[in-house]
């Protein structure tokens, strides 16, 4: 009995080690080279643009504002509303077909460079090598027993991941919050429920994902990986290992002559390995652990340089490129990504400069098709007027497309603050012998009283009798 319950054990834990594996931390050797500096570049950029936004102002204003309470969205000088949802649209768009386009191109450039977990992932290292020191020294210190030198080294690691997960969480909340005013809540003690509740659950989530997590997001949690491969064909630009080159591999030393003894270039010293973030050996081919970061080229590109090897055993290659075959960069699939993304942009930017902060609907009473009154047609309406400028406005009505058609109404101008709609009521006549079929177009027009170039048209239908 108890040697079949040590079997059934057994069997539990081989499928529990089938389906996930145990984490073993990862100690990241720093490396210097070409694509470290474009990490490091990419870094500093995408952290001070998302430190700094929320302090710089626009036109007396905080630059980027999402100010969810008055249904407002300031983008430097631009203010949308709700109704704008449709930027947003193709925002995403822009941003998915970016994705697919440099992707195919280059694979996971943005997974590399400028992904928020790689971003604040690689910050969290730099604060980790700071305090702890290079990877040797963190791991002799993770292998260490407790003592009273371990204690204070991590809680000091930790103490700056917190600090600097609080400010991450401040900056996220100031993009809705102005970052001033949030300032002045936190000095004074006095932080709303929702302000604090998004400060630390996003400072929260920074720490664990960048602190703790790290590449367990990427291998298991990013859905990114799982479908990258979908957009690689054999011409994709990806970090490769010249297998043909640099096998068989083995250590030598510098000044032998490894040709005649049969070795490739690689001399098996694993620095590719230890400068991974997610611990993989690239020398096992393409794998979708793989981010992109080019730590490993840069790391065996310097190992090539002392022993007086040529550079790129490991780089960006292709596919084709290591089989011996021609490459193509420029392929169907890259110009059809590039049109879609060039015609999206292009639409985008034509529609957000050419955008009139003012909206217009028109909607017909739907229980009456028209009235007759002494000769007369009617016709009832109720526009809606929406104001998206920053100030108000004082709106003329007209209406044409019928031979004396005419406004009934006390007034044939409309007052509307900014950010507001306005109903108004409007009641349209005209004799029955100008109508020349039972449902004819008008065009409703509105001109602001104080600036004629803000001005909107909206086209309806006027009803009468059959002729």
Same mark, same amino acid.
């Given at each position: 009995?108890? /040697?079949?319950?040590?079997?059934?054990?057994?069997?539990?834990?081989?499928?529990?080690?089938?389906?996930? %594996?145990?984490?073993?931390?990862?100690?990241?050797?720093?490396?210097?080279?070409?694509?470290?500096?474009?990490?490091? %570049?990419?870094?500093? =950029?995408?952290?001070?643009?998302?430190?700094?936004?929320?302090?710089?102002?626009?036109?007396?204003?905080?630059?980027?504002? =999402?100010?969810?309470?008055?249904?407002?969205?300031?983008?430097?000088?631009?203010?949308?509303?709700?109704?704008?949802?449709?930027?947003?649209?193709?925002?995403?768009?822009?941003?998915?077909? /970016?994705?697919?386009?440099?992707?195919?191109?280059?694979?996971?450039?943005? #997974?590399?460079?400028?992904?928020?977990?790689?971003?604040?992932?690689?910050?969290?290292?730099?604060?980790?090598?700071?305090?702890?020191?290079?990877?040797?020294?963190?791991?002799?210190?993770?292998?260490?027993?407790?003592?009273?030198?371990? @204690?204070?080294?991590?809680?000091?690691?930790?103490?700056?991941?917190?600090? +600097?997960?609080?400010?991450?969480? @401040?900056? +996220?909340?100031?993009?809705?919050?102005?970052?001033?005013?949030?300032?002045?809540?936190?000095?004074?003690?006095?932080?709303?429920?929702?302000?604090?509740?998004?400060?630390? +659950?996003?400072?929260?989530?920074?720490?664990?994902?960048?602190?703790?997590?790290?590449?367990?997001?990427?291998?298991?949690? #990013?859905?990114?990986?799982?479908?990258?491969?979908?957009?690689?064909?054999?011409?994709?630009?990806?970090?490769? !290992?010249?297998?043909?080159?640099?096998?068989?591999?083995?250590?030598?030393?510098?000044?032998?002559?490894?040709?005649?003894?049969?070795?490739?270039? *690689?001399?098996? #010293?694993?620095? #590719?390995?230890?400068?991974?973030?997610?611990?993989? $050996?690239?020398?096992?081919?393409?794998?979708?652990?793989?981010?992109?970061?080019?730590?490993?080229?840069? %790391? *065996? $590109?310097?190992?090539?340089?002392?022993?007086?090897?040529?550079?790129?055993?490991?780089? !960006?290659?292709?596919?084709? %490129?290591?089989?011996?075959?021609?490459?193509?960069?420029?392929?169907?699939?890259?110009?059809?990504?590039?049109?879609?993304?060039?015609?999206?942009?292009?639409? +985008?930017? !034509?529609?957000?400069?050419?955008?009139?902060?003012?909206?217009?609907?028109?909607?017909? $009473?739907?229980?009456?098709?028209?009235?007759?009154?002494?000769?007369?047609?009617?016709?009832?309406?109720?526009?809606?007027? =929406?104001?998206?400028?920053?100030?108000?406005?004082? !709106?003329?009505?007209?209406?044409?497309?019928?031979?004396?058609?005419?406004?009934?109404?006390?007034?044939?101008?409309?007052?509307?603050?900014?950010?507001?709609?306005?109903?108004?009521?409007?009641?349209?006549?005209?004799?029955?012998?100008?109508?020349?079929?039972?449902?004819?177009?008008?065009?409703?027009?509105?001109?602001?009283?104080? /600036?004629? $170039?803000?001005?909107?048209?909206?086209?309806?239908?006027?009803?009468?009798?059959?002729?």
């Amino acid at each position: 009995m108890s /040697t079949n319950n040590s079997l059934d054990s057994s069997r539990d834990e081989d499928i529990e080690q089938v389906l996930f %594996a145990k984490r073993e931390k990862i100690f990241p050797r720093e490396v210097h080279g070409v694509f470290a500096a474009l990490r490091i %570049a990419s870094v500093l =950029l995408l952290l001070g643009i998302f430190y700094g936004l929320p302090w710089l102002n626009w036109d007396g204003r905080q630059s980027i504002l =999402l100010d969810l309470p008055a249904r407002k969205f300031y983008v430097f000088g631009l203010t949308f509303w709700p109704q704008d949802f449709l930027y947003l649209t193709f925002l995403l768009i822009i941003a998915a077909m /970016t994705l697919f386009f440099f992707t195919t191109l280059a694979g996971r450039l943005w #997974c590399g460079y400028a992904c928020p977990q790689t971003v604040w992932t690689e910050t969290f290292l730099w604060i980790e090598r700071l305090i702890e020191g290079d990877r040797n020294k963190q791991i002799r210190l993770e292998k260490s027993p407790w003592n009273l030198r371990k @204690f204070r080294i991590k809680i000091s690691k930790h103490s700056l991941w917190v600090v +600097f997960s609080l400010f991450t969480g @401040f900056s +996220f909340v100031a993009y809705f919050t102005p970052a001033r005013d949030l300032t002045q809540q936190i000095l004074n003690l006095s932080l709303g429920p929702w302000e604090a509740f998004w400060l630390f +659950f996003y400072a929260f989530a920074t720490y664990g994902n960048a602190g703790w997590m790290r590449e367990q997001v990427c291998i298991y949690m #990013c859905p990114y990986a799982r479908f990258q491969s979908a957009m690689f064909d054999n011409d994709t630009l990806t970090v490769s !290992y010249d297998k043909q080159r640099g096998e068989p591999s083995g250590p030598r030393r510098s000044n032998i002559d490894h040709k005649k003894n049969g070795l490739g270039d *690689c001399i098996n #010293c694993t620095l #590719c390995v230890q400068v991974c973030p997610t611990g993989i $050996d690239i020398r096992d081919g393409l794998q979708y652990q793989c981010i992109g970061c080019s730590a490993c080229i840069d %790391a *065996c $590109d310097d190992v090539m340089d002392k022993m007086k090897y040529p550079k790129g055993l490991i780089r !960006y290659t292709t596919q084709n %490129a290591l089989q011996g075959k021609p490459t193509r960069v420029l392929r169907p699939r890259i110009v059809i990504y590039g049109l879609i993304l060039l015609t999206i942009f292009a639409i +985008f930017s !034509y529609s957000v400069l050419n955008r009139v902060p003012l909206g217009l609907d028109v909607i017909r $009473d739907r229980n009456q098709l028209y009235r007759e009154t002494a000769g007369l047609i009617e016709n009832i309406y109720t526009l809606k007027v =929406l104001n998206m400028d920053k100030q108000a406005h004082t !709106y003329h009505l007209t209406v044409n497309g019928i031979e004396g058609l005419s406004i009934e109404s006390d007034s044939d101008t409309i007052h509307v603050a900014s950010g507001q709609v306005q109903d108004y009521p409007v009641c349209l006549r005209v004799d029955e012998s100008n109508l020349t079929e039972r449902s004819s177009k008008i065009v409703f027009s509105l001109v602001a009283i104080d /600036t004629e $170039d803000l001005s909107i048209e909206e086209h309806a239908r006027f009803l009468g009798p059959v002729q």
